[in-house]
């Protein structure tokens, strides 16, 4: 697909903001966009780890939970921390990260399964034995953002 790219400056702008303007059913749209928001999308978090700064790969994370003022950020076998709130580290990540209770995000990326009893409901990740309750009111948007991305039967 041939593209015409234009580049405006706009001084009331504090962020850069890209629009595609595309004839329609336009083939290779969708890779498009996949692409630009890889590009813009940061592909390691900096968090601390026994005291120590390091770098972790976004893809790698499961889920990170709120506690008091401190983030836990859970690979398959590390626990990371960060002082950054919730709500902004959520901000900084991709869309793959969805609300999963009001302390809780978690990357649909590495969800196994997602089980719904009377006792709570449960997100499994793959290759790890770690788990997540997802809160009632947060159950139904986990259980749609799955089943579109084809996770779920």
């Known amino acids: 697909m041939a593209?015409?790219?234009?580049?405006?400056?706009?001084?009331?702008?504090?962020?850069?903001?890209?629009?595609?303007?595309?004839?329609?059913?336009?083939?290779?749209?969708?890779?498009?966009?996949a692409a630009l928001q890889a590009a813009v999308t940061p592909q390691q978090l900096t968090l601390s780890?026994?005291?120590?700064?390091?770098?972790?790969?976004?893809?790698?994370?499961?889920?990170?939970e709120a506690a008091g003022h401190q983030v836990t950020v859970h690979t398959a076998d590390q626990l990371y921390t960060t002082r950054e709130p919730l709500y902004?580290?959520?901000?900084?990540?991709?869309?793959?990260?969805?609300?999963?209770?009001?302390?809780?995000?978690?990357?649909?990326?590495?969800?196994?399964s997602l089980t719904r009893s009377l006792t709570g409901n449960?997100?499994?990740?793959?290759?790890?034995?770690?788990?997540?309750?997802?809160?009632?009111?947060?159950y139904g948007d986990v259980k749609r953002a799955l089943e579109r991305k084809g996770q779920l039967g």
């Open 88 to 112: 902004q580290l959520a901000e900084r990540l991709p869309d793959q990260f969805i609300r999963a209770s009001k302390s809780a995000i978690l990357n649909r990326n590495q969800v196994a």
């Open 122 to 138: 449960l997100v499994k990740f793959q290759q790890s034995h770690k788990q997540l309750y997802v809160s009632r009111r947060y």
């Open 49 to 64: 780890h026994r005291g120590r700064q390091v770098r972790v790969a976004i893809a790698t994370i499961l889920f990170c």
């Open 3 to 33: 593209v015409r790219v234009r580049i405006e400056q706009d001084e009331k702008l504090t962020t850069p903001e890209v629009v595609l303007r595309v004839p329609p059913q336009t083939a290779g749209t969708a890779e498009l966009v």
